[in-house]
């Protein structure tokens, strides 16, 4: 069996788990066992307490159940805005995900080359990282406020208990980061470009070194302080040297 048939066979094996967890993440939105709690008033009669993202449900041992929804979007907590909008950007991500990796598997033979197939595959995988990532954060921020407050001593409203809901998001998370990186190693390794590592540099020889030491121009600060001295020594020696030849010449005539 040669490489290429054992990347084909993974990453059907990474679709499929992908695939398996963006339906278990999809399957939690309507679900409205996000959290529980179950009040005993009276002997015969038990109430339970659930809800969501969307709605507050009640039902009770008697079998009368009742929904209803938030009433005001805009009084809701900035919380539970962002574990939507998380879940939301969940499910889209996962979807988008799926059709980059179908067109990109080998096994399809979809696009082009093996590279621009490998490279569509590689972005299917970030996309499934990212909508993995989404539903983790969803899900383990919705259980840290829900046992925070759980835990609280001075929290004196209804307390809640994490539902099936959560731990079904959590599966469905870790089933897309896990399809999803292994889908990035393989598919980069082989679409990405390589990099060359650099080329060796070149030793100094003795002419090169030479050349540097006598052509290479002093800096600003040597130019003007090393300058002025030179020229006026110069001027200066030019007028001694004449006025010992005129001396010279008068005292011999």
């Not at 041992?61 to 950007?89: E, I, N, Q």
């Not at 731990?167 to 390589?194: A, D, Q, R």
Request: include cysteine; charged fraction near 15%; glycine fraction near 10%.
């Amino acid at each position: 069996m040669n490489y290429r048939t054992v990347v084909m066979y993974m990453e059907i094996g990474c679709l499929v788990s992908c695939l398996c967890g963006w339906i278990l993440v999809c399957s939690t939105l309507p679900t409205e066992y996000w959290t529980f709690s179950e009040v005993g008033s009276i002997v015969l009669t038990t109430s339970n307490y659930y809800s969501n993202l969307w709605r507050d449900c009640i039902s009770d041992t008697t079998g009368v159940s009742d929904c209803k929804d938030y009433p005001s979007m805009l009084a809701l907590p900035a919380f539970l805005h962002a574990c939507r909008a998380l879940a939301v950007c969940s499910v889209i991500t996962g979807f988008f995900g799926g059709v980059l990796t179908l067109v990109g598997m080998k096994c399809t033979k979809i696009g082009g080359s093996e590279i621009a197939n490998a490279r569509v595959t590689f972005a299917g995988g970030i996309t499934y990282l990212v909508s993995g990532f989404c539903g983790m954060i969803t899900y383990s921020w919705w259980a840290n406020r829900v046992i925070s407050e759980f835990l609280d001593v001075n929290f004196r409203a209804q307390k809640f208990e994490l539902g099936a809901a959560v731990f079904i998001g959590w599966g469905g998370s870790i089933l897309l980061l896990s399809g999803g990186t292994v889908l990035t190693y393989f598919s980069g390794k082989e679409g990405l470009p390589k990099i060359s590592p650099a080329r060796p540099r070149r030793p100094a020889t003795y002419a090169t070194a030479r050349t540097r030491r006598t052509y290479m121009l002093p800096g600003a600060s040597s130019r003007v302080t090393l300058g002025p001295p030179l020229f006026y020594e110069g001027r200066r020696s030019r007028a001694t040297t004449k006025t010992r030849l005129t001396f010279n010449r008068d005292s011999f005539v």
